[in-house]
Structure formats: structure tokens, C-alpha cells
């Protein structure tokens, strides 16, 4: 199986910063992978599909790089709505795997 | 519009059996894969299962958790897509979420249609 590791865990950052969250492949995933941004009691929505393309009606500060087993997901102006967890998921290959997310915090 | 909604979530002992279903509209079922991911309270996003489509002989996948336990099928003349889950264990209590996935590039399929999701407690 893919492991996904994302780090860090836990986040605090202010409305305004630049911040970036990292996800690591335990193995070569080409660009397989999507990014997801939750709430408490909602459902995951997609961000980026693709480790760079911007899904339809997410905010352009939004943006994801990477290839093979290193992936970053950058949020180029925080906004209030952005605290959320944020998620790594990798469709390379079965059985789909998700990272433990990273919580991001008001400071 | 996509919309998926979940129904069947309870309280069940453990050892206990509970089937899941999704009811999808928007789209043509029969066209699309579909998968559970599951949460469990306080916990990240665990892939449970796959159901591909008509064309692909509706064939399943399942993360090893679940593996012989959980069943996934579907009634492509309902729009509905079902977990069946046997020999429950306390760990499989969780938020369980339907998906209708996208595809995109050569044929990934991307999670972008989510359902709100239906709360199985597995508890004595």
C-alpha cells in the first residue's frame, strides 16, 4: 500500500500568510494526486486534482506542485474561511489512500 | 446538479450486520464508478470501496479493512449504490460518505461529488 504522510499536522497561521503543506508518497505516485480542504461536520471538497489542477470554483490562491513522491499544496493569502484540515489522497493505485491531514489553525 | 444522500446509519452491536445505501440523481448512474470513504469520529478520511460501471462489469475493489466483511453492490434502475457491512467491529464506527468520482486525464477518477455523509456507531 501508498502511505501518505502530510506534514505538519497542526498548523497556526493568520489571515494573510502564505502556507504550505506538504505530502510525501511512500513510493512514486506520478502526479495521482488531489488535495482536499474540510470542515467540522461537512463533507471533504476537492481542491486539486491532478497534484496542480485547480478544480472548478476553487479560489485561485489555492495551488499544488509536484510529481512522482513529493507533493506541496500552497495557500497564497490565507483567508478566514481557509481554516480547515486539508487532506492528501493519492489514486495511483489501489487500495486509495488519503494523508492524516493537516489541521489549520487561527493564531 | 450531482446529488448523492446516505441513509441506513445506526447503532448496531458489535457482530452485527448494517446495509448502507446511497441515492444518487443528477447523472447517469449507470455510467459512473462509485465509492465509500469512510471517518471515523475525530479521525481522517479512510477509502473503504469501489464499484466501477456497467462497461467495467461492475466489478469492486475493497481496502484491506473491510476486505470479506463489506460488500459493495448496486441497482443501476434505482440510482443506488450500497454497502453491505457483516461482522461489525467497534472500529468500524464512523461518518460513511458516498461518492460519485470524476474522471479526468487518462482514467483516474478524482473524489469531486460527495454525499453528506451517514453515522454507523458500532456499540454494545
Known amino acids: 500500500d501508498i502511505q501518505l504522510t502530510q506534514s505538519p499536522s497542526f498548523l497556526s497561521a493568520s489571515v494573510g500568510d502564505r502556507v504550505t503543506i506538504t505530502c510525501r508518497a511512500s513510493q512514486g505516485i506520478s502526479s495521482y494526486l488531489a488535495w482536499f480542504q474540510q470542515k467540522p461536520g461537512k463533507a471533504p471538497n476537492l481542491l486539486i486534482y491532478a497534484a496542480s489542477t485547480l478544480q472548478s470554483g476553487v479560489p485561485s490562491r489555492f495551488s499544488g506542485s509536484g510529481s512522482g513522491a513529493e507533493f506541496t499544496l500552497t495557500i497564497s493569502s490565507l483567508q478566514p474561511e481557509d481554516f480547515a484540515t486539508y487532506y492528501c489522497q493519492q489514486v495511483n493505485s489501489y487500495p486509495i489512500t488519503f494523508g492524516g491531514g493537516t489541521k489549520v489553525e487561527i493564531k | 446538479e450531482v446529488h448523492l444522500v446516505e441513509s441506513g446509519g445506526d447503532l448496531v452491536q458489535p457482530g452485527g450486520s448494517l446495509r448502507l445505501s446511497c441515492t444518487a440523481s443528477?447523472?447517469?448512474?449507470?455510467?459512473?464508478?462509485m465509492d465509500w470513504v469512510r471517518q471515523a469520529p475525530g479521525k481522517g478520511l479512510e477509502w473503504v470501496g469501489r464499484s466501477r460501471n456497467k462497461a467495467n462489469s461492475y466489478t469492486t475493489e475493497y481496502a484491506a479493512s473491510v476486505k470479506g466483511r463489506f460488500t459493495i453492490s448496486r441497482d443501476d434502475s434505482k440510482n443506488s449504490l450500497y454497502l453491505q457491512m457483516n461482522s461489525l467491529k467497534t472500529d468500524d464506527t464512523a461518518v460513511y460518505y458516498c461518492?460519485?468520482?470524476?474522471?479526468?486525464?487518462?482514467?483516474?477518477?478524482?473524489?469531486?461529488?460527495w454525499g453528506q455523509g451517514t453515522l454507523v456507531t458500532v456499540s454494545s
Open positions: 461518492i460519485r468520482p470524476e474522471v479526468r486525464g487518462r482514467n483516474e477518477q478524482y473524489f469531486d461529488h
Open positions: 443528477g447523472f447517469t448512474f449507470s455510467d459512473h464508478y
